[in-house]
């Protein structure tokens, strides 16, 4: 995976979590059924994120069959939680960044060191892999950001067409990237993560 000042000039297709083969965890042993529980854990999180998502693309519909106007599509990518916490943390993007950004935050400062800490190569496989799909929710999530502006001060088709393009593709890797991260750490969120 190329780094952050690479993604920042690939095409928009180029933007995917999909890239070569993603590492997988065996089955952790000594995992119990509280382990899977504790790992199932992040998926809830995972669909609040996903709700925020949905609100956008109802957005998006109600902005293309003009019972809304494009300013308010800037209005929620810049007032959703996701957009909020990505600001915080001293980036360019909006409001629709700020939860999920604290997401990964907490994911890179907390949950993957301690993670791989557990000295099993797989699970650090896993993480690193984790790491660089964040990389590309980031640069997604700052494009949604800068289309949404722009189309709030532009509200032509063309600017419309640009914001959900990169609005699809933003979901599509999100669910993607969140789908993997689920099924690779249920156990060893469980498992490793007891204390934190």
């Known amino acids: 995976m190329a780094n952050s000042d690479d993604l920042k000039t690939r095409d928009l297709g180029d933007l ?6 993603r590492p997988n965890m065996p089955r952790i042993e000594r995992a119990t059924d509280a382990d899977r529980r504790q790992g199932r854990k992040l998926a809830a999180i995972h669909r609040a994120h996903l709700m925020d998502l949905s609100r956008v693309a109802r957005l ?19 007032s959703l939680d996701m957009a909020e916490n990505f600001r915080a943390f001293g980036t360019l ?12 935050d907490a994911e890179e400062h907390g949950m993957f060191p301690a993670l791989e800490a ?13 790491r660089a799909e964040h990389e590309v929710v980031h640069e997604l999530l700052e494009r949604l950001q800068r289309a949404a502006m722009t189309l709030m ?5 063309t600017e419309f067409q640009a914001a959900a ?5 933003l979901t599509e890797v999100v669910k993607s990237h969140f789908g ?12 490793y993560l007891k204390g934190i």
Do not use: N
């Open 16 to 21: 995917t979590v999909t890239f070569g083969t």
């Open 60 to 78: 998006l519909e109600a902005v293309k069959s003009g019972h809304a106007e494009p300013k308010a599509l800037s209005d929620m990518v810049l």
């Open 93 to 104: 993007c909006g409001q629709e960044c700020r939860v999920l950004t604290f997401h990964h």
């Open 118 to 130: 557990s000295g099993m190569p797989q699970l650090q496989a896993v993480v690193a892999r984790l």
């Open 153 to 157: 001060f532009e509200p032509g088709e």
């Open 165 to 169: 393009d990169i609005f699809e593709k």
């Open 180 to 191: 993997y991260e689920e099924s690779e750490l249920e156990e060893a969120i469980g498992v």
